[in-house]
């Protein structure tokens, strides 16, 4: 059986190792549990007790949502950082790296210290089956308890209520948006996804929702567990205008905010970032200077990331419906005379039509690509599903079996005026990116 542990590899006695690179602890912990996703928290959370790990003394935020958890969390992350605090920031999926999932200070974990932490992860488990997103969720809890950080800033990984994640009691709980995504783990409708996630909340604590039209379930959840809920529109609001735009709580205004990337959309993660710092302000203070300069200068790879150059690439790793209402909308905000050619891959477990029905109309030419992972999409399928919804006039598909093939055909293709929207996955987006190092080594 796949989640039974080999003999052959031998046992961990203290004075070695398991393995010795971080490749071959990332390999073995694909398949040591008999599936990649399986919600619960009873296994992390017994090995996280033998390794006295559920009691940490940091500051524990956590962030949920179906978007937007990436940008609340590293916006946050800048913000206490520059503030002078000591931050750990748990981030997934990652882009390019494994590494980039854990950060200290604003550091990427090296390669020696996850190795160390998952040969302490699986002396502690014993018999115990974990999954890959288990085991780097305990690797991020150890490695700040290690490095003694006064704030630890925890994105679920999905869902909430069992996301291995939910395993520390968060001081701060954070919901950025809610809609529909990973239906087959968390339900089918808003207010059941809606529930999901809101197991974060803990009883007395702050629990934020930056949604302004949240499903009724958010707000049963906080009232049924106790929680001091914030809601965007209620307890907090915003008023955009110009190329600023104003944050109010209670006493507290903030004027002239700059947009976070320069992009509107932000504004509402932006919003949940002062709630958090709002209700943290006791004990974390921060000066109204840094706020703005941290807006000021907010970036994320991969959130309608522009990219110089004949032609134009834009990198967004929209995946869902609501992503892609937002991918179509940042595209009309920035058009210009010539047309989208949109480089596409997806995992299997999406909804492909609802995607493609949103974005399509913004859409010229489609490259479709295969992504080759074990829940990957295979180009055709995307091509069935785009093909069952009104692409846009004169849009046409091309389907190839690399990300890179699609990108490739797509550049050649593009005329003076076009640009090239890369979009669909994390992985669609990562494979672009280290594609691009290859043709610019100097900038890697």
């Not at 524990?60 to 000591?86: D, H, P, W």
Request: with cysteine.
């Amino acid at each position: 059986m796949d989640n039974v542990i080999p003999t052959s590899a031998g046992r961990d006695d203290g004075r070695s190792m398991r393995f010795r690179t971080l490749p071959e602890w990332l390999r073995w912990q694909e398949g040591l549990h008999f599936t990649a996703i399986e919600l619960g928290l009873d296994r992390c959370r017994k090995v996280a007790e033998k390794m006295d790990l559920l009691r940490p003394p940091f500051t524990v935020i956590s962030i949920a949502g179906t978007n937007g958890k990436g940008s609340c969390a590293v916006m946050l992350e800048s913000i206490f950082r520059q503030s002078g605090y000591k931050v750990g920031l748990y981030t997934s999926p990652h882009l390019l790296r494994y590494n980039e999932r854990i950060r200290i200070n604003g550091e990427e974990v090296d390669d020696a210290a996850l190795c160390r932490s998952f040969a302490r992860i699986d002396r502690a488990r014993g018999n115990i089956s974990l999954t890959y997103f288990e085991f780097g969720t305990l690797a991020a809890i150890d490695l700040f308890h290690q490095a003694g950080i006064d704030i630890a800033i925890m994105e679920v990984g999905l869902g909430g209520r069992l996301d291995a994640v939910n395993m520390l009691d968060a001081d701060v709980a954070l919901i950025s948006t809610i809609d529909l995504d990973h239906q087959n783990w968390l339900g089918s409708t808003r207010e059941e996804i809606g529930r999901e996630k809101a197991g974060i909340f803990r009883p007395m604590r702050p629990a934020i929702c930056s949604d302004p039209a949240p499903p009724d379930s958010i707000r049963a959840a906080a009232e049924l567990v106790g929680a001091r809920f914030f809601l965007a529109g209620r307890e907090f609001r915003v008023e955009q205008g110009g190329n600023g735009w104003l944050w109010r709580s209670g006493l507290t205004c903030y004027e002239n905010l700059p947009l976070p990337c320069g992009n509107a959309h932000q504004i509402r993660n932006a919003a949940g970032v002062l709630m958090v710092l709002q209700t943290l302000a006791d004990r974390y203070p921060v000066e109204i200077g840094t706020i703005f300069r941290c807006l000021r200068e907010f970036s994320l790879p991969g959130r309608f990331q522009i990219i110089p150059g004949e032609p134009p690439l834009i990198l967004d790793v929209a995946h869902n419906r609501q992503a892609a209402a937002v991918l179509a909308e940042n595209l009309d905000a920035t058009a210009g005379s010539g047309r989208n050619l949109a480089v596409t891959g997806m995992l299997r477990d999406k909804d492909h039509r609802a995607f493609f029905t949103v974005l399509a109309p913004h859409i010229h030419e489609w490259y479709l690509a295969t992504l080759h992972h074990e829940r990957g999409a295979d180009s055709a399928d995307l091509a069935a599903a785009l093909s069952g919804v009104d692409a846009g006039a004169g849009a046409h598909m091309h389907s190839f079996d690399q990300v890179e093939a699609a990108l490739a055909a797509a550049r050649a293709e593009a005329r003076p005026g076009d640009r090239i929207i890369v979009t669909g996955s994390f992985l669609t987006i990562g494979a672009v990116l280290r594609g691009l190092r290859a043709e610019t080594p100097e900038s890697a």
